[in-house]
Structures are given as structure tokens and as C-alpha cells.
């Protein structure tokens, strides 16, 4: 699987709009980006995925570059518990299962 | 509805010991995936399971590891004569299985895994 990168931390305030950018130069043509999160003292759980055009759901957007090399979650209005940190995995055909980096982590101040 | 389960939630046993791990996942959902996330080595994969067979073990560390899904429901991780680098949260996921590379995986709160 393509490898991403990903800052190591971020910080945002409360009710601010965070944009968390991953890269992922060599992702290939039928990889997917996914987006999962793990809040303190819980399992990852989804937040959303896309291909080549950009995505929206309940808990964030999708922005996709146009040649794929990189992409950002936004989360419109962070809260406290948006703290988590953030990974940015590829999904190909290949594989089923999910390989972790080392994820953004992301603190929100009041 | 219910959402995947693990247990126990924590266990703490003695090097050299057996454990068993136990995964129940969202009903109908037919790939099961464990992982362990420790803090040297963040979140790894360790095997998944399609029905009751296991055509991915290639993240099981040593052959100390072992998992067994029946009736395509239930899953038990073992791990023999445990160590002290077993130590670790042990997370299970599940999913539906539609289509691979959008397959949403649901995750378990995981069993912590303290060996002395």
C-alpha cells in the first residue's frame, strides 16, 4: 500500500474550522483515501472517504487535489470532543485491512 | 444497534501465561480484523477473517498468536505463554464486506493487555 504523511500534531480553537492535510504521492489510480479518528481511551472509528472528487458528509469534508498527491479533512466547526488523533490511510484492492501511520493529533482549546 | 464488543475490557495476567481474547461483531457483518496498538509500535494489524477462515494472519507476531472465528460471528485471539512486549490494547473491527477498498470498518473499545 502507498505510504501517507502527516503532521505529528496540530491545534485548533473551539467553533474554528481545522484543515488536517495528508500527503500521498504515490498513490495509485484505484486507491481510496480514508479518514478514521480515535478519541483518548477509544477504538478508530470512520469519518469519511473519496476517490477523485471531493466529499461531504455529517462529521467532516473531503478535499481531494486534483492530481490525488494529497488531501485535507475539514472539520467545520471544531469542538473538544474533535480532540483525536487523525489518520489518513489508502485503500487499495489488495488488501483489506487498514494500515495505520502515526495520525495527526489534534487538540482543541476552549 | 449494538455495536462491536470486547472482552474482557482489561486484563492483567503473569508472563508465561495463556489469555483469550473475545470479539463479537456487528451482526451480519462478515470480515472481522483484530489489531493491537502499544506504545512502541502504534496500530498494526494482526490477522482478519472472512467467514469462519483467515486468508490474512500475516501481522500475528509469533506463532505464540492464534485466532479462531466461529459461525462466522465470534472471534477468540489467543496468545500462549505471554510476554511482557505482549502488553497492549488488543482491538477488534468488523465490517460488512461490500467492496473492499470502501469497506467501512467498525471498531471494537479494545481489551488492555497488561502482562507482569
Known amino acids: 500500500d502507498a505510504k501517507t504523511t502527516q503532521p505529528n500534531s496540530m491545534e485548533s480553537n473551539e467553533e474554528e474550522p481545522v484543515h488536517l492535510p495528508c500527503n500521498h504521492s504515490?498513490?495509485?489510480?484505484?486507491?481510496?483515501i480514508h479518514w478514521y479518528r480515535q478519541l483518548p481511551s477509544q477504538g478508530p472509528e470512520y469519518v469519511i472517504h473519496?476517490?477523485?472528487s471531493n466529499v461531504n458528509n455529517r462529521m467532516a469534508s473531503l478535499a481531494i487535489a486534483e492530481d490525488r498527491k494529497s488531501s485535507t479533512l475539514i472539520l467545520h466547526r471544531a469542538t473538544l470532543r474533535d480532540a483525536a488523533v487523525y489518520y489518513c490511510?489508502?485503500?487499495?484492492?489488495?488488501?483489506?485491512?487498514?494500515?495505520f501511520g502515526t495520525g495527526t493529533l489534534l487538540a482543541v482549546q476552549p | 444497534g449494538a455495536g462491536v464488543s470486547q472482552s474482557p475490557s482489561n486484563k492483567v495476567t503473569e508472563k508465561g501465561k495463556d489469555v483469550e481474547l473475545r470479539c463479537d461483531p456487528i451482526?451480519?457483518?462478515?470480515?472481522l480484523y483484530w489489531y493491537r496498538q502499544s506504545l512502541g509500535q502504534g496500530l498494526e494489524f494482526l490477522i482478519y477473517?472472512?467467514?469462519?477462515?483467515?486468508?490474512?494472519k500475516s501481522g500475528l507476531p509469533s506463532d505464540r498468536f492464534s485466532a479462531e472465528r466461529t459461525g462466522g460471528s465470534v472471534s477468540t485471539l489467543t496468545i500462549q505463554r505471554t510476554q511482557q512486549e505482549d502488553s497492549a490494547v488488543y482491538l477488534c473491527?468488523?465490517?460488512?464486506?461490500?467492496?473492499?477498498?470502501?469497506?467501512?470498518?467498525?471498531f471494537g473499545p479494545g481489551t488492555r493487555l497488561t502482562v507482569l
Open positions: 473491527a468488523s465490517s460488512p464486506q461490500l467492496r473492499g477498498r470502501t469497506d467501512t470498518q467498525y
Open positions: 504515490t498513490i495509485s489510480g484505484t486507491d481510496y
Open positions: 473519496g476517490l477523485t
Open positions: 490511510i489508502l485503500r487499495s484492492g489488495a488488501t483489506n485491512k487498514l494500515i
Open positions: 451482526s451480519g457483518h462478515t470480515a
Open positions: 477473517f472472512q467467514g469462519n477462515s483467515a486468508p490474512d
